[in-house]
């Protein structure tokens, strides 16, 4: 079956970078459930692909983040949420970055998912730049539900996130003025200038 999950991984990820119109039946009553089923494999390769193609197929405009409630509703049905944070505590980077993309993807849309912060705020500890810019984008996301930012805060997510933008030589900068804004919003020491 080994081969079954390789093709059939590689194939659903081809598909949803496709974004072909008429698949949202397939999305919604398979698709998703199949993706989720491919991240216990045992193959690391269709545990990636799997990640990718649930960062990809709920998204359904790029350029203005736009994500599809019903996919992304059909991913969160099925515990898409904690498989993919399983994966993302992964060794690989690879794997750990899909995870990170898929979980920011899902938390525009999802935004009471509080138990991801924590395994996030660890992937923004990560050396590898991929993982830890899209950890602190997911971040910055969830950050939008007042309980979700008081957990950041009371998880040490700021001091993590503070971290990153001063030690980083990323494309951190835009993400770090966020953060800024972030703190001194819960902190009550924004002004109006």
Do not use: Y
């Not at 498989?83 to 993309?101: H, P, V, Y």
């Not at 050396?127 to 939008?144: C, I, M, P, Q, R």
């Not at 979700?148 to 503070?162: D, F, H, K, P, W």
């Amino acid at each position: 079956m080994n081969w079954l999950e390789w093709i059939l991984s590689h194939l659903l990820l081809r598909v949803s970078e496709g974004n072909r119109p008429g698949l949202d039946n397939f999305w919604l009553n398979q698709g998703s459930s199949l993706l989720l089923s491919f991240t216990h494999s045992a193959q690391e390769e269709v545990q990636e692909r799997a990640a990718t193609a649930l960062a990809t197929f709920v998204v359904i405009d790029d350029e203005n983040a736009s994500i599809d409630t019903g996919r992304s509703e059909a991913v969160m049905r099925d515990g898409g949420i904690h498989l993919l944070l399983n994966l993302a505590r992964s060794w690989r980077e690879g794997l750990q970055s899909e995870a990170a993309k898929a979980t920011a993807n899902l938390s525009l849309r999802s935004l009471g998912t509080s138990r991801g912060v924590a395994p996030l705020i660890a992937l923004a500890r990560s050396d590898a730049e991929d993982v830890h810019e899209t950890a602190a984008g997911a971040l910055w996301n969830l950050a939008f539900n007042p309980g979700n930012a008081l957990r950041i805060v009371e998880e040490g997510g700021v001091s993590t996130l503070v971290h990153l933008c001063s030690s980083s030589v990323s494309k951190m900068a835009h993400s770090c003025l966020r953060w800024h804004w972030l703190t001194c919003l819960m902190e009550g020491t924004c002004t109006s200038s």
